[in-house]
């Protein structure tokens, strides 16, 4: 297992990743290769890569099975639907979770507090107090680690300040059950997306060579963009086309 936390450790390196850094992943697990406790390996190495001033972060998304029809979120036992790794982050000691029915954020370091915290005040799932739109503040990074760059919760906080055509369904009321034993009741409206496909692949054909990193972690083809690139090209390519970044779906 050394070899496989050295080879992890220059890895990030080399993508740009630095002690002290603000990161997000997204996440396919399978795509880092196969070996023995792969998801503690990679959260242990990726926590003590960025120190103690740094943060790590993971979506802990729950819009598969949170809904109109089971409207209760529960802070410590909702389980993650965006993959294993974000799973195991979401149960590791010390993570903590921000409040949100579908879009909560799972974090742990120097500025966890400061981007999960504010999150129950927002009434979609991605707006100013979520930490995908604090994360540009603290210069914060996003890495997509053998996903690909379509899984882009990032972009929906970029959508939120424009607001596209296509962007908000549903209002639903969600019961909160929060891991102090308080239980709220909110009215949170949906994304929509009804007739679309995300496309957020496109940024590649607006960010600078300086804005992204492309290399390898372990197995797995990864991608590191900054978040403010993320923000400002996102923001001035929907200003000029707020279709930029769907398809509409067949």
Same mark, same amino acid.
């Given at each position: 297992?050394?070899?496989?936390?050295?080879?992890?450790?220059?890895?990030?390196?080399?993508?740009?990743?630095?002690?002290?850094?603000?990161?997000?992943?997204?996440?396919?697990?399978?795509?880092?290769?196969?070996?023995?406790?792969?998801?503690?390996?990679?959260?242990?190495?990726?926590?003590?890569?960025?120190?103690?001033?740094?943060?790590?972060?993971?979506?802990?998304?729950?819009?598969?099975?949170?809904?109109?029809?089971?409207?209760?979120?529960?802070?410590?036992?909702?389980?993650?639907?965006?993959?294993?790794? @974000?799973?195991?982050?979401? @149960?590791?000691?010390? #993570?903590?979770?921000?409040?949100?029915?579908?879009?909560?954020?799972?974090?742990?370091?120097?500025?966890?507090?400061?981007?999960?915290?504010?999150?129950?005040?927002?009434? @979609?799932? !991605?707006?100013? &107090?979520?930490?995908?739109?604090?994360?540009?503040? #603290?210069?914060?990074?996003?890495?997509?680690?053998? !996903?690909?760059?379509?899984?882009? @919760?990032?972009?929906?906080?970029?959508?939120?300040?424009?607001?596209?055509?296509?962007?908000?369904?549903?209002?639903?009321?969600?019961?909160?059950?929060?891991?102090?034993?308080?239980?709220? #009741?909110?009215?949170?409206?949906?994304?929509?997306?009804?007739?679309?496909?995300?496309? &957020?692949?496109?940024?590649?054909?607006?960010?600078?060579?300086?804005?992204?990193?492309?290399?390898?972690?372990?197995?797995?083809?990864?991608?590191?963009?900054?978040?403010?690139?993320?923000?400002?090209?996102?923001?001035? &390519?929907?200003?000029?086309?707020?279709? &930029?970044?769907?398809?509409?779906?067949?």
């Amino acid at each position: 297992m050394e070899k496989i936390s050295t080879r992890l450790q220059s890895d990030l390196y080399r993508l740009g990743i630095r002690k002290g850094d603000h990161l997000l992943i997204h996440s396919s697990l399978n795509a880092l290769g196969r070996f023995p406790n792969r998801a503690e390996t990679i959260v242990k190495v990726i926590i003590a890569f960025l120190g103690s001033e740094g943060t790590l972060l993971m979506p802990s998304l729950s819009y598969q099975t949170i809904n109109k029809s089971q409207p209760i979120f529960n802070e410590q036992n909702t389980p993650s639907c965006v993959g294993g790794l @974000t799973e195991f982050f979401r @149960t590791y000691p010390g #993570v903590k979770r921000s409040i949100h029915p579908t879009h909560s954020v799972c974090g742990i370091g120097g500025k966890a507090d400061f981007l999960l915290n504010d999150h129950l005040k927002d009434e @979609t799932p !991605c707006g100013p &107090y979520s930490p995908f739109a604090k994360l540009p503040l #603290v210069k914060g990074k996003v890495m997509f680690l053998g !996903c690909g760059t379509r899984p882009n @919760t990032s972009m929906h906080a970029v959508e939120e300040k424009f607001i596209p055509p296509y962007l908000f369904g549903e209002k639903i009321d969600h019961e909160l059950q929060l891991s102090n034993g308080e239980t709220l #009741v909110k009215t949170y409206q949906r994304h929509g997306f009804k007739g679309f496909d995300q496309r &957020y692949d496109r940024l590649f054909n607006v960010l600078e060579p300086r804005d992204y990193r492309i290399g390898k972690v372990l197995e797995a083809k990864s991608v590191v963009m900054e978040s403010l690139a993320i923000w400002e090209k996102g923001i001035l &390519y929907l200003k000029q086309d707020p279709f &930029y970044f769907v398809d509409r779906a067949n």
